[in-house]
């Protein structure tokens, strides 16, 4: 199930948005039959994408019945630090997420599966993943209260799926996924500041499956539920200078917050139809033809809810004598505050306190949409001598944007020579790829007009009398065309006595690709519907729109060799998977997300390689890894009583430059460099080439009849390599997963 409603975001502690995944619902691996990758010539039947698909086929129940159980466990002292530019007072006493000095994980998983009838099977499963993070929050010699907070995560897994074959050629299949999810957070130097962020739901379906005399015909009917939810502690947040009032900071001098980000909640439901015909082959002159056709078409709703409106104070100002007292105490404090005199690098009070020049008013309120999404396909696997020919032709649409798209896709195999010691074929193709839109382009029109700021200019002032600007939406949704990537393929697939390789070269061209525009950027006509960005009289409204003007060209190589069936050697069996890639890519636009991710909706200044400019104007980033290579291998033997299975995965990556945020203008944690300039800073910053080596070593016993018990051991970047991927953050070095459990 795939995540509409916002992806990419992944920040916690933003005021308006929740985190959330690409993926809807996680799946425990251990349930997973068969994973297929399609990255190129790509059938008709799939649709509403443009990189690839990944389709995961669960289990099914066993024919004989059989159970496991097993408990798998690291911690911070089965792992190696490499804490980079951090130093280790702050690494061992870290408040950030982003830095975990200790911390406690464990998965706990348990299944059973058989058949209860001749005709009906069963499998059950369930897998948790419990974490446990201790960190620093606020001084206890101050607060009074323990310096020590532990976070907590928490990820579940229920599954159940029945099969059922009631009479011969009729197959059905029911399945059920609950997965939850639940992470504890605080904010740093803050009292009442902790939230849980919760997400995953629920998915469930029905499959049916009929074998004709001349046709399958299968019918998928699916149901889903998706939700991100924030529940905070409190629905204000306040960041106070400190003071002998606001003292919970661990450090005078460092500001001292309360409260959290409030409560929000997304949410995604879906009911899909999926119905497709498979005929069988049939024989047209000197041609054979395997005609496939299939429909589906499904409704969505997805919204956006504030359930409390959410107070925010801003603009932080002393009271600068002793006389002026404050008439409010929500946002207003008489405590004098305690400056750091830079000259004597001393601490000074101030005569009088503080209080917020602006308090922001998030009011409660609902952003709702319902869309309702078909599409059809049809396509002819064909040979002709030694041929293989497969055109095919889908269609999508829906009611959200209102586009109708039609995506050729023509597959194209021939085999040079085919026989009992080698096979060699050249393929090559054309294919477009429509992908989608995500609900997040509406979901983010008209969120911004639900905030309202008061400004005021002295504490005997109550904010609520202040000068009010009532925000109308930032950014302005309007119908998109559909993104797609037009697909030319070439290559050549070689079997030889026990090994299969293959080479091939992807040309990709993405066009009609989202991007973010402000209207001043593109010199767009004033809409007094829209004006977040600006309340000033002397200045023009601004507000941001989507656009279809992104484009990106990706040009990519790959090489592939493996073993179609273990090698024996001395009764021991070996299997290798070796793979290379080189990719050029190219594109002329910064995604949404790398916009809307950062919470940068208004489009501030910012500072990139010493220049300042918009945020929504600093280059394309590039990030691709020109070369990638990687290799598997699989070895099993047996030493009685044992069985072994050793696993090795070998991956090299090649240097690449990519544009990434150095300093900060107001920073989170301490591993975030304060900005002297007052405004985020970017800088292109070159990484070196990686190498990471990881390896999987398993062993089982029996212990009579069919009870075994088993134990794997995995290691993590074994060679203790520092593989940077990103600045100013710490990075794993090697790790030691340890697993101990049961089967019959």
């Keep these: 199930m795939n995540n509409d409603l916002d992806p990419a975001s992944n920040n916690p502690n933003s005021t308006t948005d929740v985190p959330g995944q690409s993926q809807g619902l996680g799946i425990d691996v251990s349930l997973i039959k068969s994973l297929n990758v399609y990255d190129s010539n790509i059938s008709a039947s799939y649709g509403n994408f443009e990189g690839g698909v990944v389709e995961a086929i669960t289990k099914n129940p066993d024919k004989n019945f059989s159970a496991k159980a097993s408990y798998q466990t690291t911690a911070s002292s089965m792992t190696k630090y490499h804490i980079g530019t951090l130093s280790q007072t702050d690494f061992d006493n870290s408040f950030d997420r982003s830095a975990q000095p200790v911390f406690f994980k464990q998965i706990i998983r348990a299944s059973a599966s058989g058949p209860i009838t001749k005709n009906f099977g069963l499998i059950a499963s369930f897998s948790t993943t419990l974490s446990t993070i201790p960190l620093k929050q606020y001084n206890a010699k101050i607060y009074g209260e323990s310096t020590d907070k532990d976070q907590h995560r928490n990820i579940a897994n229920y599954f159940l799926k029945a099969t059922y074959n009631p009479i011969e050629n009729l197959y059905l299949e029911s399945s059920i996924i609950y997965a939850p999810s639940d992470s504890e957070y605080f904010i740093f130097n803050g009292i009442n500041s902790g ?371 273990p090698l024996e050697i001395l009764h021991t069996y070996h299997s290798i998977i070796l793979g290379a890639d080189f990719s050029m890519i190219q594109r002329d636009f910064n995604s949404y997300a790398e916009s809307l991710n950062k919470s940068q909706y208004q489009d501030p200044y910012i500072l990139y390689d010493g220049k300042k400019i918009l945020y929504s104007q600093r280059p394309a980033s590039n990030f691709a890894k020109p070369w990638t290579g990687r290799i598997t291998t699989i070895s099993q033997f047996s030493i009685a009583p044992f069985n072994f299975t050793w696993t090795n995965f070998f991956n090299y990556s090649s240097g690449y430059q990519d544009i990434v945020q150095v300093a900060y203008a107001t920073p989170i944690g301490r591993n975030q460099k304060q900005s002297e300039s007052g405004l985020d800073e970017y800088e292109k910053v070159s990484f070196r080439d990686s190498f990471n080596w990881d390896t999987h070593i398993g062993a089982e016993v029996k212990m009579g009849g069919k009870n075994k018990l088993f134990v794997n051991l995995d290691i993590y970047n074994l060679l203790d390599n520092i593989n940077i991927v990103q600045t100013n953050v710490y990075q794993l070095g090697r790790q030691f997963w340890i697993e101990f459990g049961y089967k019959y």
């Design 195 to 565: 939230f849980n962020i919760q997400t995953g739901g629920i998915q469930a379906s029905l499959k049916e499956k009929y074998i004709f005399s001349f046709a399958s015909w299968s019918n998928h009917l699916s149901f889903s539920n998706l939700s991100n939810n924030r529940k905070s502690e409190a629905n204000y947040y306040k960041s106070w200078f400190y003071s002998e009032e606001k003292n919970w900071s661990p450090k005078v001098g460092e500001n001292s917050t309360e409260g959290a980000n409030g409560n929000i909640k997304e949410n995604q439901m879906a009911l899909n139809l999926k119905s497709d015909l498979n005929f069988d082959e049939i024989r047209i002159f000197h041609t054979t033809h395997n005609f496939n056709t299939g429909v589906q078409i499904g409704y969505t709703n997805a919204y956006y809810e504030r359930a409390q409106d959410h107070l925010v104070g801003s603009s932080q100002r002393l009271i600068t004598t002793a006389d002026t007292k404050c008439v409010e105490n929500d946002f207003c404090s008489n405590s004098p505050v305690k400056r750091l005199n830079p000259r004597t690098n001393t601490f000074i009070e101030t005569p009088g306190g503080q209080f917020f020049g602006m308090v922001t008013l998030y009011e409660k309120g609902k952003i709702n949409l319902d869309n309702l999404n078909y599409g059809a396909y049809i396509e002819d696997d064909m040979q002709i001598w030694r041929f293989h020919f497969r055109p095919g032709l889908r269609l999508d649409g829906d009611t959200y944007m209102h586009k109708i798209t039609l995506a050729p896709r023509i597959a194209l195999r021939y085999e040079v020579f085919n026989n009992q010691y080698a096979n060699t074929s050249i393929i090559a193709g054309y294919n477009r790829y429509y992908g989608r839109n995500l609900f997040a382009y509406r979901l983010y029109d008209g969120r911004n007009a639900l905030k309202k700021q008061y400004t005021r200019t002295a504490a005997n002032i109550d904010w609520r009398d202040g000068t009010l600007v009532v925000n109308k939406s930032n950014t302005k949704f309007r119908e998109l065309k559909v993104p797609y990537n037009d697909e030319f393929v070439a290559g050549i697939s070689q079997k030889f006595w026990q090994f299969e390789s293959n080479f091939k070269y992807v040309r990709r061209n993405g066009r009609d690709q989202i991007t973010k525009v402000h209207s001043s950027t593109a010199k767009l006509p004033i809409d007094p519907e829209y004006d977040a960005l600006c309340s000033s009289k002397t200045c023009l409204p601004r507000y941001a729109i989507w656009t279809n003007n992104g484009k990106s060209n990706s040009d990519i190589f790959t090489f592939n060799l493996s073993t179609t069936k």
